[in-house]
C-alpha cells in the first residue's frame, strides 16, 4: 500500500524570535552545489512567504504576512535569502515576483535614503516598535541562483528595503538595530517616506 506523502510547511512559530542568540551571528558563505537540505529550506521560506500575503491562507494557517526571510530566520546559519514581492501587472492584476538569492552582496546603492512611513517590520521581531530606519533608495545586489549561476538584481524602493533588510540578517543585525533609541524619529526630515 503506497504512503501518503507528508506535507512539511513552515509557520509563524517555526521563526526564530529576537531573543534567539543565533540571529546575533554572521552566517557562512554557501558551497555549490546546494543540499537537498537547503533546496528544501528554500522552498519553505518561499511557500511561507507566498501563502503569508494571500489573505485567506495567511488567517486559515496563522501566518505572519511577511515578504522576505533570510535562513537565519530558521535556524540555519547559511547566506541565502527569499524574497517574494507581490506587484501589480498593466491589468492592475496582482502577481508574485519571486527572488532567491544565494550568498547576496549589494555592490551599489543610490545615495537618496528612504523609510518605510508605517515603520519597517520583521517575523522575527515579535513586539510593537517605532521609529525611522534609513535605507538606500535603490541597491544593486549581486549573487547566485540556487544552480550557481552568478546574478546581478537592480531594487529600488520596498524591494530595495526588502534586500538591506535580509542582507543585514545574514551579518547579524536586525532592523531595530538602525533606529536611533534616543530620537527613533531621527531623520524623519531629511529622508524620503515610502
Request: glycine content about 6%; aromatic content about 8%; some cysteine.
Amino acid at each position: 500500500m503506497p504512503r501518503k506523502a507528508v506535507i512539511s510547511m513552515l509557520k509563524t512559530c517555526d521563526i526564530i524570535d529576537e531573543k534567539n542568540k543565533k540571529l546575533r551571528q554572521i552566517s557562512k558563505e554557501v558551497i555549490f552545489p546546494l543540499t537537498d537540505e537547503d533546496k528544501e529550506n528554500i522552498r519553505l521560506m518561499e511557500e511561507y512567504l507566498v501563502n503569508s500575503q494571500i489573505d485567506e491562507l495567511a488567517e486559515k494557517y496563522d501566518l505572519r504576512p511577511g515578504m522576505g526571510m533570510s535562513a537565519v530566520q530558521i535556524g540555519v546559519l547559511k547566506r541565502y535569502i527569499v524574497i517574494v514581492h507581490e506587484v501589480y501587472d498593466e491589468n492592475d492584476k496582482p502577481y508574485f515576483d519571486k527572488y532567491i538569492v544565494v550568498n547576496p552582496k549589494i555592490i551599489s546603492n543610490s545615495t537618496e535614503m528612504i523609510y518605510v512611513e508605517d515603520g519597517e517590520g520583521c517575523l522575527s521581531i515579535n513586539r510593537e516598535t517605532i521609529g525611522i530606519v534609513p535605507r538606500y533608495a535603490r541597491v544593486t545586489v549581486e549573487g547566485y541562483d540556487m544552480d550557481g549561476n552568478k546574478i546581478k538584481i537592480r531594487a529600488r524602493e520596498e524591494l530595495a528595503i526588502a534586500f538591506q533588510h535580509e542582507i543585514d540578517h545574514l551579518n547579524g543585525i536586525l532592523f531595530i538595530d538602525h533606529i536611533d533609541p534616543k530620537n527613533p524619529f531621527k531623520g524623519q526630515d531629511i529622508y524620503r517616506a515610502i
